[in-house]
């Protein structure tokens, strides 16, 4: 499982610290898949988002499966630890807790979750010890309707109703993105500085003042009366750009040396 | 979505306002993409979620591709209306913002945005007529740096930091998603009815009654002092259950049966 010493080896790999504990993560569980190459592009989607537990009930080419190694590319500890089951009830016998993932609505009384929500009811529910897994039916026909009746919920992607057939892998990463969302703390938006140090104010001002003091001197900022609103919506451009020390005195440089040229120095 | 005209966005742009069919969905530009498979499953990953405009810049097979067509299951409209341009400059000149997807860090000050918000930005950019397009690079290497000098702002999805890197269709499925999310109205969860009607009170008390004076007669509500709790959490067991007008007889008929049974009738 996702709490495993394996798991954590991969999470830690990165060094960051940013990364949030993946204890309790749900397990994907494949059942009939018919391709190894696919299988191994699930493996693959589900390690770029953390998840690590794979269960496949009766894959049709049979397991081990050099296909879906190669398709992995690199995901090989999720292919190594995957186990196999004859049913898809064996497989989810441990389990608290089992979403089914279908692309058309079934003939049955079951409550139908987003993936972003079920994310969030897993994620939840993993901080109080329960288990989740997600099936996955077969590529062409999808889950068998004995299969969703062994899942508490239903999980439907609201996709293009006209083209809403998913790659079985594309399917898999949209649950486990998903999951790694719903527990993931990145800023939606960033500037990321390195070392440089935001412009101070009055960097910023001496720059607007220099630029301003050669534009007076070749006469841009004419007539005399629409000054004032032409300097605002210059330095408007400049304030917009949320600029860096270092790129202020890039600025002023390119100001000397164009006055500089312009004076036939 | 599904049969919009894929060459008419391009030829619209001009900053009329006009309004596309898929709300002024972002173009998915493909730079020096290697293999046709993978251009085949961004278009299905595309077209899955609304996203119609396909740019191509030097695939490296060369276009068109057969094996693009036979990985793309069915969104030929996306590749027939694919565009091909030689550099990166020219497939972007008629947008107005560009997202450069990367998966790692690049030594550049540009804002970086997950996905999630990247797509909300591009929605509420579409409502005010900004055509926007989002760029991936090849396969093993990313985007070269100059094409991320191209962009306004860096996307970055935020993932296992020791396994990061997505396939190119996989990539193309996350932002694509997110944009189709951005617009999505799907509530959360639901309980599809069908045609079936809730129960009403009077019914689950029925029921509940019926249930209990069975019980009462084979003593299961034992001792007295414990029955008003063994009721509540018996009652409580089917409250949860939302049960439909007909699940309540169905119920009913399970009990009747039991216990005639057992009476020997």
Same mark, same amino acid.
């Given at each position: ?25 749900? *397990? ?15 493996? +693959?989607?589900? $390690?770029?988002?953390?998840?690590? &537990? ?5 894959? %049709? ?13 690199? *995901? ?6 995957? /186990? ?6 064996? @497989? ?10 279908? *692309? ?12 972003? /929500?079920?994310?969030?009811?897993? %994620? ?6 329960? +288990? ?6 077969? &590529? ?39 999951? +790694?969302? @719903? ?15 935001? @412009? ?12 301003? %003091? &050669? ?5 841009? $900022? ?12 210059? /330095?408007?451009?400049?304030? +917009?750009?949320?600029? /860096? ?21």
């Amino acid at each position: 499982m996702a709490g495993t010493d394996k798991s954590r080896a991969v999470e830690d790999a990165g060094g960051s610290g940013a990364v949030s504990d993946d204890g309790g993560a749900p *397990a994907i569980v494949l059942i009939g898949s018919q391709l190894g190459e696919n299988i191994g592009t699930a493996a +693959r989607a589900m $390690l770029n988002c953390g998840l690590t &537990e794979l269960r496949l009930v009766a894959p %049709r080419d049979g397991w081990p499966n050099e296909k879906a190694v190669a398709a992995a590319s690199g *995901a090989d500890m999720v292919l190594d630890g995957a /186990r196999l089951f004859d049913t898809a009830a064996d @497989a989810v016998a441990d389990l608290n807790i089992v979403y089914a993932t279908t *692309a058309r609505r079934r003939d049955m009384l079951k409550t139908v979750l987003t993936p972003r /929500r079920a994310a969030a009811e897993m %994620r939840s529910a993993a901080g109080q010890g329960v +288990r989740a897994g997600v099936l996955f039916g077969p &590529e062409r026909k999808g889950l068998h309707n004995d299969d969703v009746t062994l899942a508490d919920k239903i999980i439907e992607v609201p996709l293009n109703p006209a083209f809403s057939s998913l790659n079985l892998a594309q399917a898999v990463l949209i649950v486990a993105y998903e999951w +790694r969302m @719903a527990g993931d703390a990145t800023p939606a938006a960033s500037l990321p500085h390195g070392h440089t140090q935001p @412009a101070s104010k009055q960097d910023l001002l001496h720059l607007f003042e220099h630029l301003e %003091r &050669e534009l007076d001197e070749v006469g841009f $900022l004419h007539p005399p009366e629409k000054r004032p609103s032409m300097v605002r919506n210059l /330095r408007n451009i400049f304030q +917009r750009a949320d600029l /860096r020390e270092q790129e202020v005195r890039t600025l002023r440089g390119v100001i000397a040396d164009l006055s500089n040229k312009r004076r036939g120095r």
